[in-house]
C-alpha cells in the first residue's frame, strides 16, 4: 500500500477535519452538496448554488478561484491546534498562532521558498472566498455572508525574506464547530495521498463509515458527492488505480460492476477508544440543560461556562464511564471543583 503513497518527509501526531457545508446547514441539504474546496489544480472561479427545502447556500469565488482540498490543510492544522489546546484545557480562541515551517512540516511538504510562495496563495483562497446562505425561521428570512477565515496576518523576516509567523482569525462557523465537536480524525496518511480525488474519497469515506464495517454507494451517487467536474466516465477512470490499489488509509473499495456499487469496508485501524470518548463527550454536552450553565456561573463565577462544559465532556469521555443520562449534577461539581482548584481567571 505504502508504494502508492507520497514519501514520508516528516513525523506527524493527529489531526481533524471538519466538512464547512455540513456545519451551515445539519439538514438533509448536508448530505447531497458538492464539496466547499476544489479538486482541480487550476483556478476555478465559477459559483455554486446549492438549493434544498427553500435553504440554500452560494459560493463565490474570488479572482484567484476557490479553496483547494490542498488549501484545506490549512484549516485542518489551525483546528487540531484548537483541539490541542482545548484538551490541555485553553479556551477556545479565534485567532490561531501558527508556525509556517511547523504546518509545512506537519503536512508532509517541502520547506523551501516556492512552499511559503503556496502558503500565501492558499491564503489569498481561502480569504477571499465567501459564501453567502439564508436562515428561514417564523416566516422571515435573514441572509447571512461568510467566509472560513475573517482574516490572516503574516510576518516576514525582511532581510532574508523567511515568513516567520501566521496568525489566523477564523470565523464564528469554524470555531463553532470545534465548540460542539463537529470534526473527525484523519489518518495521519491522509497527507500523503498525492492526488485531490484520492484525499476526497477518503474522506466521503470516513464521514459515511466511521467505526462501523462498511457503507456503499453507487458509483454516481459518489461522484456526485465527490464534486468532480469531471464527467461519470472520467470518475469511473480515476476511481479505478485507487480501487485496485488498495492503498486508501483506513478502508478497502470492492467495485460490484454488476451493479455499479462501491463499498467501502472498514480496515478496523482507526482508534476506536478515542473516537467512542469523543462521541461520548459530543452526547454529554447535547444533554445538558441550560439550566446547568446558569448554575454553573454561580459555581464558577467569571469563567467561560461553555469551556467549562467542553472540558468537563471531553474529561468524561477519557475516563471512560458510561454517559450519564443526566450528567448536570455533575457538570455543577466539576465547575465548583474547577474553581476551587483554579480560583477567579485573571
Request: charged share 30%; aromatic share 10%; hydrophobic share 35%.
Amino acid at each position: 500500500m505504502s508504494e502508492h503513497l507520497k514519501p514520508i518527509k516528516h513525523p506527524q501526531g493527529d489531526l481533524f477535519v471538519c466538512d464547512i457545508t455540513d456545519v451551515i446547514l445539519k439538514d438533509d441539504l448536508a448530505s447531497m452538496e458538492h464539496p466547499f474546496y476544489s479538486l482541480s489544480k487550476k483556478p476555478d472561479r465559477d459559483p455554486r448554488r446549492y438549493e434544498w427545502k427553500g435553504q440554500w447556500i452560494e459560493f463565490r469565488p474570488s479572482i484567484k478561484g476557490m479553496p483547494t482540498i490542498y488549501d484545506k490543510d490549512l484549516i485542518i492544522y489551525a483546528i487540531s491546534q484548537l483541539i490541542a489546546g482545548m484538551k490541555e484545557g485553553r479556551a477556545i480562541s479565534k485567532r490561531v498562532l501558527i508556525d509556517p515551517y511547523a504546518f509545512l512540516v506537519f503536512t508532509q511538504r517541502g520547506v523551501g521558498g516556492r512552499d511559503y510562495d503556496a502558503l500565501c496563495d492558499s491564503l489569498d483562497r481561502i480569504d477571499g472566498t465567501r459564501f453567502r446562505t439564508n436562515i428561514l425561521f417564523e416566516g422571515t428570512r435573514t441572509d447571512e455572508w461568510m467566509g472560513l477565515i475573517d482574516g490572516a496576518k503574516m510576518k516576514t523576516d525582511d532581510r532574508t525574506g523567511k515568513v516567520k509567523s501566521l496568525e489566523l482569525k477564523l470565523s464564528d462557523m469554524v470555531v463553532s464547530s470545534v465548540e460542539e465537536m463537529n470534526v473527525l480524525t484523519l489518518h495521519r496518511d491522509y497527507f500523503r495521498l498525492s492526488r485531490p480525488i484520492e484525499r476526497r474519497i477518503y474522506e466521503i469515506a470516513r464521514k459515511a463509515v466511521g467505526q462501523d464495517e462498511s457503507w456503499a454507494f453507487l458509483m454516481t451517487t459518489l461522484h456526485h458527492k465527490s464534486g468532480s467536474k469531471g464527467t461519470l466516465r472520467e470518475f469511473r477512470r480515476q476511481m479505478k488505480p485507487i480501487i485496485e490499489g488498495d492503498y486508501l488509509p483506513d478502508y478497502m473499495i470492492v467495485y460490484d460492476e454488476t451493479a455499479d456499487l462501491v463499498t467501502f469496508i472498514n480496515r478496523n485501524t482507526m482508534p476506536r477508544n478515542r473516537d467512542k470518548a469523543e462521541a461520548d463527550a459530543r452526547a454529554i454536552l447535547q444533554r445538558l440543560s441550560p439550566d446547568s450553565f446558569d448554575a454553573a456561573r454561580d459555581a464558577a463565577p467569571g469563567w467561560d461556562v461553555h469551556h467549562l462544559a467542553d472540558t468537563f465532556a471531553a474529561w468524561w469521555g477519557r475516563i471512560g464511564k458510561p454517559v450519564p443520562r443526566n450528567p448536570d449534577a455533575l457538570f455543577l461539581k466539576f465547575c465548583t471543583t474547577w474553581q476551587s482548584r483554579n480560583g477567579n481567571p485573571s
